[in-house]
């Protein structure tokens, strides 16, 4: 069974760094890209950022490129989030996914992990 | 970047009824659609991909039609437990983009 476990979370004050974590098992970690999603309070699904398989590429929203930074520790079956500048609309619900796709590329995502609440405030 | 939308906010449905969800795609997007549906304090769950395929343990009253711009979900006889904000997500083109989404109420 496919599991994720998203920690990291908690309150930064506006221009703040947060680091999320997200612990996977259950799969070959290794064999398929990992992305972040947020969820502003009240608000949809925005896609984050995305790390292939192997760490070699990466992608990101606009709205985080240059700030955000996704990376993947393969022997701890782990994806990051470095979170840098935050800001107030950065506040949301972070959910680590898990893509489809075998083949790196864009996908959709089979499994989720329970989230875990930034809230960028001073 | 394809611009996902969901007409429909907020779709009201009695049970035994059948729902039907509208996601538009801005662009042709093949059969490259996934729906999700999420539960208040839950994480989204996958129901089906590729349009209409129907993910393991998604029950058979979920259905999935559609291809290039026009997409639709059908929940045919409505149970309390459908209750849910519904989205659906694009994976054809980079940034995989998500409709606003639709809440069902029972």
């Known amino acids: 069974e496919v599991q994720l476990l998203d920690s990291g979370g908690g309150l930064v004050e506006p221009g703040g760094s947060l680091r999320l974590s997200c612990a996977a098992s259950?799969?070959?970690?290794?064999?398929?890209?990992m992305s972040w999603v947020r969820q502003a309070p009240g608000k949809g699904l925005e896609w984050v950022a995305a790390?292939?398989?192997?760490?070699?590429?990466?992608w990101y929203a606009d709205s985080v490129k240059g700030r955000f930074t996704i990376s993947t520790d393969i022997s701890k079956n782990t994806v990051y989030l470095q979170m840098n500048s935050l800001r107030g609309d950065d506040t949301a619900v972070y959910y680590c996914?898990?893509?489809?796709?075998?083949?790196?590329?864009?996908?959709?995502?089979?499994?989720w992990g329970q989230g875990t609440l930034v809230t960028v405030s001073s | 970047e394809v611009v996902m939308t969901q007409f429909t906010a907020t779709l009201s449905v009695s049970p035994g009824e059948r729902a039907t969800l509208s996601c538009r795609a801005s662009?042709?997007?093949?059969?490259?659609l996934a729906w999700y549906q999420q539960k208040p304090g839950q994480a989204p769950r996958l129901l089906i991909y590729?349009?209409?395929t129907r993910v393991t343990g998604t029950p058979g009253r979920f259905s999935g039609s559609g291809s290039a711009t026009e997409f639709t979900l059908t929940i045919s006889s409505l149970q309390s437990e459908d209750s849910a904000f519904y989205y659906c997500?694009?994976?054809?083109?980079?940034?995989?983009?998500f409709g606003g989404g639709t809440k069902v109420e029972i």
């Open positions: 259950g799969f070959i970690y290794s064999t398929y890209a």
């Open positions: 590729d349009a209409s």
């Open positions: 996914a898990k893509d489809a796709a075998v083949v790196a590329g864009v996908s959709y995502f089979d499994s």
């Open positions: 997500q694009q994976y054809n083109y980079w940034p995989p983009d």
């Open positions: 790390i292939s398989g192997s760490g070699s590429s990466t």
């Open positions: 662009q042709n997007i093949n059969t490259n």
